[in-house]
């Protein structure tokens, strides 16, 4: 069965630090991959997303996120992050030629001090 | 660009009442779906959609019940509301229901029940 960790509950970083967030994903063969932001009452909307190819993806804000089969990983990252960037990140993952059904890691609340 | 809306925002319900929460999209996507969301656990899947007509169960369907007799609504009922179903509601869509699809979702619902 798919599952996603994000192994960190709450990161607080200061405002121009870089960010990483952490997304683990157990599945049998390589999954879609998505990270998605949410602003305090809000929906989610999709920062970006890996299908195949360049392991590298570029998505939105100045976000990427970079897979690694061999650990399972899709970590998210920021060089420089700002005020607005305090939210909280799901990533999550979906079965190729399945039906489009996501499943959720519990999410990373992140803080950004000034 | 209303995108996905859902209603209401905020609802408080008492044990044993039943409500709707109402979804609709204006974007003529085919594939919609209700998911819950629970602190500490992420997005779980209640039921979806890949057409009018079709619906079928997620991860966590019980005490729910959707109909989709239309293309732009997706309506969630609650049957006979537990505690246990307090939590917030986001109602998503995307163009079709093959994995990979950009999900977008509402704003999100919230729902107490006393």
Redesign the interface.
């Known amino acids: 069965a798919q599952s996603?960790t994000q192994p960190d509950?709450h990161i607080t970083v200061s405002e121009g630090a870089s960010l990483e967030l952490r997304c683990n994903y157990s599945y049998g063969a390589t999954p879609?991959l998505f990270w998605?932001v949410q602003s305090p009452?809000?929906?989610?909307?999709?920062l970006l997303?890996y299908?195949s190819g360049d392991t590298l993806v570029q998505g939105i804000k100045g976000f990427e996120a970079e897979f690694k089969r061999s650990q399972s990983s899709f970590n998210l990252r920021k060089p420089s992050v700002h005020w607005s960037d305090a939210a909280e990140y799901?990533c999550?993952v979906?079965?190729?030629?399945?039906?489009?059904?996501?499943i959720?890691?519990?999410?990373t609340r992140l803080a950004v001090h000034p | 660009n209303a995108g996905v809306t859902q209603t209401p925002k905020f609802q408080v319900l008492k044990t044993g009442q039943s409500m709707t929460l109402q979804c609709a999209q204006d974007m003529n996507h085919e594939y919609m779906s209700w998911y819950r969301q629970d602190p500490g656990m992420g997005l779980r899947l209640i039921h979806y959609s890949v057409g009018a007509g079709i619906t079928d169960q997620g991860e966590v369907p019980n005490g729910y019940n959707v109909s989709r007799s239309t293309t732009e609504d997706f309506p969630l009922r609650l049957l006979s509301a537990a505690p246990s179903q307090t939590s917030v509601y986001f109602c998503a869509s995307s163009v079709t229901g093959e994995a990979g699809n950009t999900i977008y979702f509402g704003e999100g619902s919230w729902l107490t029940v006393v």
Not at chain 1, 41 to 46: H, P
């Open positions: 996603v509950i879609y998605y009452g809000q929906g989610l909307q999709l997303k299908f799901f999550a979906g079965a190729p030629g399945g039906y489009n059904k996501l959720f890691g519990a999410g």
